[in-house]
């Protein structure tokens, strides 16, 4: 006759504790018996399952920007872009999260490389992205045959479901990153994919300065009028930089002449909006710029829900909970559910700080919740 030698994954310990029943052999036989069929009490979970607040099993952390690009110029050198991998796209992969591609526990962030003259092939997935550039250019993202320019500081959301694919048309190689929300669909296992064409069309290698969905909807607080309809992701591909830094600086300088419009005095923060119905760009992840004055400090927050920041430019220090680091252009850190974050600029250099978080997912869910020190 087989024996059944499958071990259960349920493990139950007796232990002398306030709220547990007291260790006895009798306890030990109940508890064999729950393992046998796959059952687990509440009063040995209760803890994990409902703590007072958000505990992230996400860990606080800080990736520099020099060993990233360093490692991805490597991987340019061996590494060959083409159908099956689809991109030179390096995760981090949060210390705390089991060595899997998640920077926390929604959120996907990449370095992606791209050398002259290559092409990364082109798919769809149902995943949200986008990408941010700190520096370089040369790369064109061709979406939907639209051929959109990327420059440092350009913000180029990508909707789940479109097709994409990149193209460096530059004789240098070039880096950027990459935010998803490719955590969060794997938990939720609501992904789908699909290949594109090996190669994208001769028409669509041109690299126009401005791309089609610029000229649609590029234009601050007008919308064509054939286009009335709220659409859930932005149809805008690009948001560049000029736009971005001039909507800072202008806001610290209304703070300088007294308004009240900044976060606090000397941090100004501009969010990427879907000009279709106000909202955040894409349905999963909230994207935003700040930019702190040469010695001004963010207040101390925290939230429901992780971020992902890169150091845009400046110098300045970032404090995560109980960590504390020095950051400089490129630097990319994590700031994990309901662990406060503040960050300082240098006494000399403003500080320009990308963000991108989860906050759509939970203000959806009616589970995002702020706590501000003041
Ligand atoms: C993807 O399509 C891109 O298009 C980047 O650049 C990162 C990570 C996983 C799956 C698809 C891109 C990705 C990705």
Known sequence: ????????????????????????????????????????????????????HPQSKAAAHLWRWDRLKELAAQAG??????????????????PALGGKPYATPTLWAAIQYLMPGENAPEHRHTQ????????????????????????????????????????????????????LDIPFSYYTESQFFEVGRDRIGAAEMTTPDRSRSERLWGHPGLRPV????????????????????RALAEQLELDDEGETCTLSPGHAAVRFTNPTNGG??????RTEMHRLRAGAATLTRRETGSS????????????????QWDVARGDMFVVPSWVPFSAQASPTTQLDLFRFGDAPIFEALHAHRVQIDR
């Open 1 to 52: 006759m087989a024996i059944d030698v499958t071990p259960s994954p349920v493990r139950l310990k007796a232990v002398a504790a306030p709220g547990q029943p007291d260790p006895s052999p009798e306890l030990e036989q109940l508890y064999r018996g729950f393992e046998r069929e796959l059952l687990v009490p509440l009063w040995t979970e209760i803890g994990d399952l409902m703590p007072l």
């Open 77 to 94: 050198r061996i590494v060959p872009v083409g159908r099956g991998g689809e991109r030179r796209a390096i995760a981090l992969a949060n």
């Open 128 to 179: 949200h992205a986008f990408r941010f550039v700190v520096e370089g250019e040369g790369v064109w993202t061709v979406v939907n045959g639209d051929a959109v320019r990327m420059s440092r500081g350009d913000f180029l959301p990508q909707a789940g479901w479109n097709w994409h694919a990149h193209h460096n048309a530059a004789s240098e190689p070039m880096a950027w990153i990459d935010g």
């Open 226 to 245: 054939s286009r009335t309809g709220a659409l859930p992701a932005t149809p805008l591909l690009a948001y560049r930089w000029v736009d971005t830094d």
């Open 280 to 285: 955040d760009v894409l349905p999963t992840m």
């Open 308 to 323: 992902v920041y890169q150091v845009f430019d400046g110098t300045g220090v970032v404090s995560v909970g109980d960590k």
